[in-house]
């Protein structure tokens, strides 16, 4: 049973366009954390959402922690090819481990 | 700079072979962790250690093993390597805070590859 449910699981659009991603669990979590992974390499922290409701911006990028802390979601604004990467949302269950979603594959074309 | 460092970026070993990989990350984290990647799997935890000679299993641990002997170096067992365990092993580690596991800084990954 997957803990963290992510969609889509691939997205390709064109630079300019707007996107979100999700990520959804009937679990509730303290907190939440995205990643990025670029081709050949290690995923590296975006955010950690903390709080129910809360909203954080980096950039063109908004991150979204549900009311309930079960979901959450990632939108960007103007997508540009470097946004190009494998979206990964990632919440701890239980002990000191993190669980991670399959990701969302997203493709920015020129 | 923080770093995580991987052995090897790319291994290719014969079945039944041992293999071992290395982590080291300078930061003097508590936490250390290897997860495997696979297309449409995501990842997934093999093994964490949250001190030094600690170790604690994560969702597969079938085939694998790990070493904690000095805190700052986190090794990766495999102890007949077999074609199901091709895979992307990346190693991660983390400072834990209050109630949470706090940042997971990654090393590049370690392509193994077993005929």
């Known amino acids: 049973t997957q803990l963290l449910e992510q969609s889509p699981q691939f997205l390709s659009i064109q630079e300019g366009e707007n996107l979100t991603v999700y990520c959804n669990s009937s679990s509730v979590f303290s907190s939440l954390q995205w990643y990025r992974q670029e081709p050949g390499e290690g995923p590296v922290l975006l955010v950690t959402v903390v709080t129910g409701g809360e909203v954080k911006k980096l950039k063109r990028l908004t991150f979204q922690f549900g009311d309930a802390r079960k979901d959450s979601s990632l939108h960007i604004t103007a997508a540009q090819p470097g946004d190009t990467g494998l979206y990964l949302c990632a919440a701890r269950l239980s002990g000191y481990a993190l669980n991670f979603g399959k990701g969302t594959s997203l493709l920015v074309t020129p | 700079d923080v770093k995580v460092t991987q052995s090897s970026r790319y291994l290719v070993k014969r079945t039944g072979e041992k293999v071992f990989l290395e982590c080291v990350q300078d930061m003097d984290h508590e936490n250390m962790f290897w997860y495997r990647q696979d297309p449409g799997l995501g990842l997934r935890l093999i093994y964490f250690?949250?001190?030094?000679?600690?170790?604690e299993k994560g969702d597969i641990p079938e085939g694998y093993s790990v070493s904690r002997e000095k805190k700052e170096r986190f090794s990766l067992i495999l102890e007949s390597a077999s074609t199901n365990q091709t895979s992307m092993y990346l190693c991660?580690?983390?400072?834990?805070?209050?109630?949470?596991?706090?940042?997971?800084?990654f090393g590049e990954g370690s392509r193994l590859t077993v005929l």
């Open positions: 250690s949250y001190d030094v000679k600690m170790k």
């Open positions: 991660a580690s983390s400072q834990p805070g209050q109630g949470w596991v706090g940042e997971l800084f």
